[in-house]
Nanobody, 117 residues
Framework: QVQLVESGGGLVQAGESLTLSCAASGSTYAIVAMGWYRQVLGEQREFSAVVNSDGTTSYADSVKGRFTISRDHAENTMYLQMDSLKPEDTAVYYC???????????WGQGTQVTVSS
């Protein structure tokens, strides 16, 4: 099992930056991918970014070029650097982890990001 705790959300103005963190604990040795989804109230959760254990990354078109995902293996922490934020980036951001020893996807509790215009 893996436990995930997000932090770093908040209220910013359009054009500003924010960095989210996701700290993992438990069976972190088995993590093969970590990433972020976001969800607006009343809408489906949508994929934002992922970083694989080999370091490769992938982004949704909506955040490509503005968001950067990274992972610090020594600290068991994943980051999402969000630049040039837009009001449409407002959402609850959830981190997740996929393990090679389980078919279950693990989720954090979510952190609110609000971008004002």
């Amino acid at each position: 099992q893996v436990q995930l705790v997000e932090s770093g959300g908040g209220l910013v103005q359009a054009g500003e930056s924010l960095t989210l963190s996701c700290a993992a604990s438990g069976s972190t040795y088995a993590i093969v991918a970590m990433g972020w989804y976001r969800q607006v109230l009343g809408e489906q959760r949508e994929f934002s970014a992922v970083v694989n254990s080999d370091g490769t990354t992938s982004y949704a078109d909506s955040v490509k070029g503005r968001f950067t995902i990274s992972r610090d293996h020594a600290e068991n922490t994943m980051y999402l650097q969000m630049d040039s934020l837009k009001p449409e980036d407002t959402a609850v951001y959830y981190c997740y982890a996929d393990l090679r020893i389980s078919s279950k996807r693990y989720w954090g509790q979510g952190t609110q990001v609000t971008v004002s215009s």
